[in-house]
């Protein structure tokens, strides 16, 4: 058999179950578009010369796991020789808001084939109810998506007007035809219903208006709903505009808006816990919504709460998350029952301020419920239980990019399918990448020594060919998981398969952009308060700490499965960035040394002794002196009055004339310098 697919091969027995890796041939322009598993059919060829492959390398094996890998990035993973296969979802949309076209197709080209459908906002309304076609809607990001494969479905939205979104369900004949006549014009894919914030009263209307657009559109075209999370089966108010078993009858799926959990003015809480997310997919299923039409919505944001403050909830993007942590530094925990991660992030007096949705952050602590790689691969995992048809996303460019190198193996694999003895398979662990989000002044030297790195590094890191950046520009400040080396396996045996040369294709990956992100339009709910859970303590953030042992490992994540990047002796020091609690409770904290920055276990880690600095006598300053020292000197006049301006540590004029009128003061030798004397004095006069 000729393989056109695979480089070579790795075969690994653990416990007796045997795993067979298969590296992919590199992606020429033909075998790319093999590949892109745009449909079932293309995705079981894949299938079948894998397991054709491995049949005919080993057929003594009655039974393996076959994964499939793309360079460092899990592609496929699948059972041979099993009758019955795991549950797999293969559709997965998202919302596109925050951006223009530029944006969203580098936001959708960073995803690696994980897209099978956008929906952008194209569909507003006006006031007496008409659509209304936004600015956003560009014909030539149409045509790139779909010679990528991807439909198009703009979703209508009244932005949590009422009177709006009542406005559209009376005219909704017109609207409709509207709907239909611009989608068959502009060769769209389809519309997906985002009214919100209507009521029970409107139900009837609502659902009709669905059904007129399934009657007015072709059959290839789609209609869809995003429905509200109904956890508790409310009847009334918001919850009770969706007839859900109705709105089925007319529509492709349900996209269930799991989120908002937490909201804006509302306590502290996760924003989609497993629980209650759970209950929102039984709720639909017992209205007899069929499980192949329902789609899970996944928040790709978070909220957070500042300690003390009257109020709280406002949303933030995952990546700005990440971008606090590399900032500030902080702790995060999982909680086990909410699957879902809680950071506590403490901005000091000195430190600078950051904006987060139009907002200035000031110093304080804040905590904040967000996701990461486990509490998404958690929802994802309800998929599999309840057999959904797939996900969905609010809203594309927040999400932290590291997911997409796992969320094939997630949507076609369930945590819960275990064979008798478990393979060992190559993973990219689920692991916080800090980002940094282009400011306006910012070039690629000044971010490169905040971080202690060099500019070649941090090029590197983000596939950059130049030295151009953009403001809003998200860049890693860490090596993006794609750079990663998959962990080492245990008794591998490597054979190499003969290849002809081939024409290479190089891809070009795109350099990750996101725009200023917020979260979706809050949802007021009454809720019980919740008690507020007691925010845990960062104790070696900002401190310096010494190795334990002569021979200490920095791992590029949190994990004793992650490569070693460096090797720190007990005559080197590191300095705490973060802290971390992963899933089995064990602490690691996050260091830098020496433009190194990584993670080790705090057990093997010590706090470097403080060693008390001998006071040393008051030097002289005068015009030309610099340094801390005069900075000291500028800021104690100023307390007293004598210094009018901001403190730079530079002896200049205005200082000197300060010095003067001080010494006038107190009767003190008038020669603007500071001396021994002038210098006790003015000691002696601040408190």
């Avoid at 694999?413 to 002044?441: D, F, L, N």
């Avoid at 860490?478 to 990663?484: F, R, W």
């Avoid at 010494?663 to 006790?680: E, F, M, R």
Wanted: proline residues 7%.
């Amino acid at each position: 058999m000729k393989n056109k697919f695979f480089l070579r091969h790795q075969l690994v027995e653990d416990h007796g179950h045997f795993t067979v890796i298969l590296h992919l041939q590199p992606f020429t322009e033909e075998l790319a578009s093999e590949l892109m598993l745009t449909n079932k059919e293309e995705k079981y060829n894949l299938r079948t010369a894998a397991m054709e492959y491995v049949n005919q390398k080993f057929p003594f094996l009655k039974r393996s796991t076959i994964v499939v890998m793309a360079g460092a990035m899990l592609f496929s993973t699948f059972t041979a020789g099993e009758k019955a296969e795991a549950h797999e979802a293969n559709f997965n949309m998202t919302y596109l808001y925050f951006g223009n076209t530029k944006s969203y197709i580098s936001q959708i080209d960073r995803t690696k084939g994980n897209m099978n459908l956008v929906a952008p906002s194209y569909f507003d309304l006006n006031q007496d109810g008409s659509l209304k076609i936004t600015t956003q809607f560009d014909p030539t990001f149409v045509s790139e998506m779909h010679n990528r494969g991807i439909k198009v479905v703009p979703f209508l939205s009244n932005h949590w007007d009422r009177n709006l979104g009542r406005s559209a369900l009376q005219n909704r004949e017109q609207l409709s035809t509207q709907i239909a006549n611009f989608i068959i014009k502009n060769n769209l894919d389809g519309v997906q219903v985002d009214i919100e914030n209507v009521s029970d009263i409107d139900q009837q209307n609502y659902t009709d208006l669905v059904r007129l657009l399934r009657q007015k559109l072709p059959k290839d075209k789609e209609v869809s709903v995003a429905v509200a999370a109904n956890p508790n089966g409310w009847t009334k108010g918001w919850h009770g505009s969706y007839d859900y078993k109705e709105l089925a009858k007319y529509s492709n799926y349900l996209m269930i808006m799991a989120y908002d959990e937490s909201y804006t003015g509302g306590p502290e809480g996760p924003v989609a816990s497993y629980p209650w997310v759970e209950r929102s997919i039984q709720y639909a299923l017992n209205q007899g919504v069929p499980a192949s039409q329902i789609v899970l919505g996944i928040p790709f944001y978070g909220r957070y709460w500042k300690a003390g403050a009257t109020t709280g909830g406002d949303g933030i993007s995952n990546t700005r998350v990440d971008e606090m942590l590399a900032k500030y530094g902080g702790t995060i925990v999982y909680d086990e029952k909410a699957k879902s991660p809680k950071a506590t992030v403490t901005i000091g007096p000195s430190d600078p301020t950051i904006t987060i949705g139009g907002k200035t952050l000031g110093a304080g602590t804040y905590t904040i419920w967000f996701e990461n790689s486990d509490s998404i691969k958690a929802k994802i995992d309800l998929v599999h239980k309840y057999n959904l048809k797939g996900t969905g996303s609010w809203s594309l460019g927040q999400e932290n990019p590291v997911i997409w190198n796992d969320y094939k193996m997630w949507m076609t694999t369930h945590q819960s399918v275990i064979t008798p003895s478990q393979p060992v398979t190559p993973s990219v662990p689920t692991v916080t990448y800090p980002t940094y989000t282009v400011q306006s002044g910012d070039s690629l030297w000044k971010i490169a020594t905040t971080f202690g790195l060099a500019v070649a590094q941090l090029k590197q890191y983000n596939y950059l060919t130049s030295e151009t950046i953009f403001v809003g520009q998200v860049l890693y400040v860490v090596p993006p998981p794609s750079q990663s080396t998959p962990a080492e396996l245990p008794r591998t045996i490597v054979e190499p398969v003969p290849i002809t040369p081939e024409k290479i294709v190089p891809i070009v990956k795109p350099v990750p952009k996101i725009a200023a992100p917020v979260a979706k339009t809050p949802v007021p709910k009454v809720a019980a308060p919740k008690a507020a859970t007691p925010a845990p303590k960062a104790l070696y953030v900002g401190k310096l700490m010494i190795p334990k042992a002569t021979k200490t490992a920095i791992r590029s994540g949190s994990s004793t499965t992650n490569k070693v990047i460096k090797y720190v002796t007990t005559k080197d020091e590191v300095k705490v960035i973060q802290e971390y609690t992963d899933k089995k409770k064990t602490k690691w904290v996050k260091v830098q040394h020496k433009g190194t920055t990584g993670w080790m276990l705090l057990s093997q880690v010590k706090l470097k002794p403080v060693v008390k600095a001998v006071p040393k006598p008051p030097s002289i300053l005068k015009t030309g002196s610099t340094g801390t020292a005069v900075k000291d000197l500028q800021t104690k006049l100023r307390k007293l009055g004598y210094y009018k301006q901001t403190p730079n540590s530079k002896f200049d004029m205005t200082t000197r004339s300060a010095i003067i009128a001080f010494q006038k003061k107190y009767k003190l030798k008038v020669d603007g310098i500071a001396g021994p004397q002038t210098i006790s004095t003015l000691n002696s006069r601040v408190k």
